[in-house]
C-alpha cells in the first residue's frame, strides 16, 4: 500500500503534502488481525531509470527459487507437506522442528514481550525456512530468524 493519501511520504525527492495525523490514519487503515495475517511486509523504493541495472536476473531468481523449493519438498518428504507455507506451526514448534533455540532466540523474546502474536511467530518460522532453502543451509540460522522478523515487522532500518 501507498505509505499515505498522496503516496509521496518518505519517498525520495518526494512532496508529501498530507498532515501527520493523515499519514497515521492513512497507515492504520489495515486491522491488528489483518496484518497479522502478512508474512512480508517490505518497504519498496520507486522505481526509476538508473535503478533497474541488478545483477540478480528473472531466469537465475527462477533457478533460485526451484531450488529452494525442491529443498523444502525434500525435507518435507515423510510430512504430508511439501512447502513451507503449508507447515503448521504446531509442527514447527514441536518435536519435528530442528531450529536451534539459540537461533530463534531473538523472536521468541519478541512473542515473550508481547512484540508478536503466535500466528506471526509460526509465520516468521515458515519465513526462516524459506529463507534457509534460499542459502542452500539444512536449518534456519539466527540471522534467517532475524531476516525474517524484519520482513514480518516492515519496518526500515
Known sequence: MNPCPCG???????????SPNAV????????GPLLDRIDIALHMNRVTA???TGALT???ARQRVVA?????AERLAATP?????????TWLRGEGRRVPRAATAAVDRALERGGITLRAY?????VAWTLADLAEREVPAADDIGRALYLKS???S
Not at 529452494?68 to 523444502?72: H, L, S, V
Open 50 to 52: 538508473s535503478s533497474g
Open 58 to 60: 528473472s531466469e537465475r
Open 8 to 18: 509521496e511520504f518518505g519517498t525520495r525527492g518526494g512532496t508529501c503534502v498530507c
Open 154 to 156: 516492515g519496518r526500515e
Open 81 to 89: 507437506w511439501r512447502r513451507n507455507a503449508d507447515v503448521p506451526g
Open 24 to 31: 497515521r490514519n492513512y497507515q492504520h487503515r489495515l486491522s
Open 68 to 72: 529452494a523449493r525442491a529443498r523444502a
Open 122 to 126: 509460526d509465520r516468521i518460522l515458515r
